[in-house]
């Protein structure tokens, strides 16, 4: 268990999440690379979800990608433009390109801690701008970050039970348990 309480506390003096609705906690995910200083990689699972088999073969997923992260593709290509809203317009010129990259889901991860600390200027400065001047959430922040630009893994690793679009569900439901 890591104590993140301290970092919170710098988190709540400027972060106030979209709409009021994301709560602090979540944004400790975007400063894992400093929180951990000694660990290279990490599986982060988000705490709504179920672990059905071993770890082992997601662990040997190798991230390697500029922004370090390995994570299932969004089923929908609106989900960043939706979550940053009337915002967009305070966005860069890259931050609105970004947002219109392929997504991933950020509920299951594999992120290589080491190559973010070698971004971690670039990261620290959109993290900024993104999550603590405009609002937006971890998981924006870091779609937008990646770019489209980050390892995929298997549904299986990530079943969306509820994917954003009305009426949908996700393929992955229907493939053999």
């Given at each position: 268990v890591l104590d993140v309480e301290r970092q919170l506390d710098s988190y709540r003096k400027t972060y106030r999440g979209i709409r009021g609705t994301i709560p602090v906690l979540?944004?400790?995910?975007?400063?894992?690379?400093?929180?951990?200083?000694?660990?290279?990689?990490?599986?982060?699972?988000?705490?709504?979800?179920?672990?059905?088999?071993?770890?082992?073969?997601?662990?040997?997923?190798?991230?390697?990608?500029?922004?370090?992260?390995?994570?299932?593709?969004?089923?929908?290509?609106?989900?960043?433009?939706?979550?940053?809203?009337?915002?967009?317009?305070?966005?860069?010129?890259?931050?609105?390109?970004?947002?219109?990259?392929?997504?991933?889901?950020?509920?299951?991860?594999?992120?290589?801690?080491?190559q973010l600390r070698l971004v971690a200027r670039d990261f620290a400065l959109l993290r900024s701008h993104l999550s603590e001047k405009l609002g937006a959430n971890d998981q924006t922040t870091l779609n937008l970050f990646c770019a489209g630009n980050f390892t995929r893994i298997e549904s299986l690793w990530n079943i969306f039970h509820v994917s954003g679009l009305t009426g949908s569900k996700d393929p992955a439901l229907e493939e053999p348990t």
């Open positions: 979540t944004q400790a995910r975007l400063n894992l690379h400093e929180l951990l200083p000694c660990v290279d990689k990490i599986i982060w699972l988000d705490m709504d979800l179920l672990v059905l088999q071993s770890l082992r073969s997601l662990w040997a997923v190798q991230p390697n990608t500029r922004c370090g992260i390995a994570a299932r593709p969004s089923l929908t290509t609106r989900f960043n433009p939706t979550q940053m809203g009337s915002l967009k317009k305070s966005m860069t010129p890259e931050e609105t390109a970004a947002m219109a990259t392929a997504g991933f889901n950020a509920g299951v991860m594999v992120i290589n801690l080491a």
